[in-house]
Every structure is written in structure tokens, then in C-alpha cells.
């Protein structure tokens, strides 16, 4: 079992940039990881995933502005966040997945929150 940290977030004006990190501790380096946010009334939504090997996938609407990244040596992931826009206000999460005879086993952290505004 994995237990997550989240930290970075606050309050940036839109344009500016962001850096979250997810700290955990377990057997990081087998799990697959990824950011979610949830913004007031809307579903949780995918923002970037990294797995175990290091590919990378984005939610299409933050290509080119996110980056997520891990570090298995410091057991952590980040998520570069550059161009905010007031939408991206939200609730960000971050979440493991570990997988033992092909069951996903998901964990959460309690999330932190970004919110883009002038």
C-alpha cells in the first residue's frame, strides 16, 4: 500500500505557473501515477499519468502546458503547470495504481487546491 502527499498548490494569477508534488511512500517505483483534478461541480477528470517505466499520457486540454514527472528516487511525482487559465481551478489529486494479478489497486491523496485568478 501506497500513502500520497500533495502539496504546491495555491493561488496564481492566470498566465502564471504552478508546481505540484505528490510525495509517497510504499513501493513507489511499481506503481503507475497519475494527477486528477475536480473542479466545483464537475466530475474528476484525468489531467497526466506516468507509469512504472516512465510514459507519459496527457488530458488533450493540457498538452503543451503540463508536465508530469516522477522521481522514484525521491518517491515522487510532480506536475509542471505553466499558462494557467481560470479554468484550471480545481481540486487536484494524485493517485497510484498498483497492479497484482492484473487488479488495479487504487490510492488518493487528500488533494490540494489551485485556483487561477486575478
Known amino acids: 500500500q501506497v500513502q500520497l502527499v500533495e502539496s504546491g498548490g495555491g493561488l496564481v494569477q492566470p498566465g502564471g505557473s504552478l508546481r505540484l508534488s505528490c510525495a509517497a511512500s510504499g513501493r513507489f517505483s511499481l506503481y503507475d501515477m497519475g494527477w486528477y483534478r475536480q473542479a466545483p461541480g464537475k466530475q474528476r477528470e484525468l489531467v497526466a499519468s506516468i507509469n512504472s517505466r516512465g510514459y507519459t499520457h496527457y488530458a488533450e486540454s493540457m498538452k503543451g502546458r503540463f508536465t508530469i514527472s516522477r522521481d522514484n528516487a525521491k518517491n515522487a511525482i510532480y506536475l509542471q503547470m505553466n499558462s494557467l487559465k481560470p479554468e484550471d481551478t480545481a481540486v487536484y489529486y494524485c493517485?497510484?495504481?498498483?497492479?497484482?494479478?492484473?487488479?488495479?489497486?487504487?490510492?488518493w491523496g487528500q488533494g490540494t487546491q489551485v485556483t487561477v485568478s486575478s
Open positions: 493517485k497510484g495504481t498498483y497492479y497484482s494479478d492484473y487488479v488495479p489497486y487504487d490510492y
